[in-house]
């Protein structure tokens, strides 16, 4: 009985490693601290507990949904391109019927706590969950998918704010465009990793399409919109210096981000890409909250 039991659990943590895997885990540190963002803006102090759990569960589900259905929609895509091909779903570590079944729990779980919240959440889950899924289809049909991923997190703040206040608000807005430019600009410097198997493949993104040197200047013009949205938002939320300081902070960090990258070396995208972002995100509502409570 013991034998079978640890069988058991070796089995489950190993098919949660391959899970956390494919949804690439780490990079929940994109979306969730702008979700809380707009939690504590619209509380102005604590939310409580209740929200706060609903908030991070809804959060990661609907992750985790937007990050399998990209993976099962793409698998035959990936099991082409040398840098996706250890990607569990492509091994065969991961099954398409695992993956279905785990895509559908992650729609229930986040629906279920977007009614836990209230009754706009509810109602604009469904919204949601198509549209995250429906950003996994535009590289085959507009080089304009970075925005559209851009839009996709750019919904953390909202639903951070929604989330206990369930109204739209100005600096959720700005917040949103804040996060859709940010990820934009960042997503199109990944993408110029890929951009001959894009251009043989027919897939578009705009280092495919445009090229290195024009697409570094899309991804510069983004995050120059990015410092301007998080100004814009601080302003309308009547944030202090505290946050206003960190956004210069960010404005540096995305002026390196360019700098350590150029149309002659690229060797330094994934730096770029997870590194300093990372850090942004959590910079940044770091020095939010601080700002609210001080």
Not at 176 to 190: H, N, R, S
Not at 219 to 245: D, K, P, Q, R
Not at 263 to 270: E, F, I, K, P, T
Request: proline share 3%.
């Amino acid at each position: 009985m013991l034998d079978i039991l640890r069988k058991y659990m070796k089995m489950l943590w190993e098919n949660t490693v391959l899970v956390c895997r494919m949804i690439k885990i780490e990079h929940s540190i994109f979306a969730l601290p702008f979700a809380y963002m707009g939690l504590f803006l619209a509380a102005g102090e604590w939310p409580g507990f209740k929200p706060f759990a609903l908030l991070t569960v809804a959060m990661v589900a609907v992750r985790s949904f937007a990050m399998a259905v990209n993976r099962l929609v793409d698998i035959n895509i990936d099991s082409e391109n040398p840098r996706t091909r250890t990607r569990p779903l492509v091994t065969g570590e991961l099954t398409p019927f695992f993956t279905f079944c785990f895509i559908a729990v992650c729609a229930v779980i986040f629906v279920f706590a977007c009614r836990e919240m209230n009754d706009l959440c509810y109602r604009l889950s469904y919204f949601a969950l198509i549209w995250s899924a429906f950003y996994s289809l535009t590289k085959r049909f507009t080089m304009l998918c970075h925005f559209v991923l851009g839009s996709v997190l750019g919904l953390a703040p909202l639903a951070g704010w929604l989330c206990v206040d369930p109204q739209f608000s100005l600096t959720a807005i700005l917040f949103f465009f804040g996060v859709l430019f940010w990820v934009a600009g960042f997503d199109i410097l990944y993408a110029t990793q890929d951009r001959k198997f894009d251009r043989g493949r027919e897939l578009n993104s705009v280092p495919a399409n445009l090229g290195i040197e024009k697409g570094l200047t899309i991804s510069t013009f983004c995050h120059v919109n990015t410092v301007l949205f998080f100004l814009l938002a601080g302003f309308s939320a009547e944030l202090g210096w505290i946050y206003f300081s960190t956004v210069a902070v960010v404005g540096a960090i995305l002026i390196s981000e360019h700098m350590v990258i150029s149309a002659d070396d690229m060797s330094r995208v994934n730096m770029a890409f997870f590194t300093l972002n990372g850090v942004i995100s959590v910079l940044l509502f770091i020095g939010t909250l601080v700002d609210i409570f001080i």
